[in-house]
Structure formats: structure tokens, C-alpha cells
């Protein structure tokens, strides 16, 4: 088996209307899919699926483990964009030896990374 790349990341959400709010309008992500029960957002090169599951709101640590990291062009531009859309940064832009990262809750308490390579590379 090859492994190519990631087609979707799974966020397990207890309440979907929330979290299509969220993945579509506050971060801004393209509608593939969206349903009572399951929905997709193109993040570029990776889907980001989001699936009802009651027992997320109890944090099942089985079903919050999730964390989606984007990769975007300009770490403090996008950082700022979030912000314009009303979301809470909950870890300001660091850097790394090979990156920039910041985070932001999703509103279940899921880690969205904001992500970019210092290299210009993503995937």
C-alpha cells in the first residue's frame, strides 16, 4: 500500500449546524457536501469532514482527538482574517524550525491549526 496524501480529515461535532458555521463561514472554507449528518469543506489539496456523533459533547477522548492543520500562505494575514470574522485565536502565531503555526477552536473545543511551511511548500 502507498500512502499519496490526506483526503479528509474526520472532526467529530455534536451539533453540525454550529460546526457548518463555523468550517464555512467563519474560516471560509468551500461547501463540497452538507447534510443533518455529515459534510465536507475543500481546504485546498484536503477535505475536512465533519460527522454528528452525540457523545462529542461529553468529550469522548476518543473523538476529540481531532486536528486539522491548514496550510496558508501568509501565517499573520490569515491569523488577522479569523480575527475579522469574529473567532478567538487561542495560540498566537509561533514559530518553529520548519514553520508558523497558530490555533483556533472550532466551537466543540476542536484545535484548528492555522499552518504555514517556511519552505513555501503545503501537503
Not at 477522548?61 to 501568509?74: E, G, I, K, M, T
Not at 494575514?77 to 470574522?85: H, T
Not at 514559530?95 to 508558523?100: I, L
Amino acid at each position: 500500500m502507498q500512502v499519496r496524501a490526506v483526503d479528509f480529515i474526520g472532526v467529530a461535532v455534536p451539533d453540525m449546524a454550529q460546526a457548518q458555521a463555523f468550517y464555512r463561514d467563519g474560516l471560509g472554507l468551500a461547501v463540497l457536501f452538507e447534510s443533518d449528518g455529515w459534510s465536507e469543506y475543500d481546504a485546498g489539496n484536503v477535505a475536512v469532514a465533519l460527522y454528528k456523533h452525540e457523545d462529542a459533547a461529553q468529550g469522548a477522548p476518543s473523538l476529540r482527538n481531532a486536528v486539522v492543520a491548514f496550510a496558508v500562505p501568509d501565517i499573520r494575514a490569515a491569523v488577522e482574517d479569523v480575527r475579522q470574522r469574529g473567532l478567538s485565536v487561542v495560540q498566537e502565531v509561533e514559530e518553529y524550525e520548519p514553520c508558523f503555526m497558530a490555533t483556533v477552536h472550532d466551537p466543540f473545543g476542536n484545535a484548528v491549526m492555522l499552518h504555514q511551511r517556511k519552505d513555501g511548500t503545503a501537503g
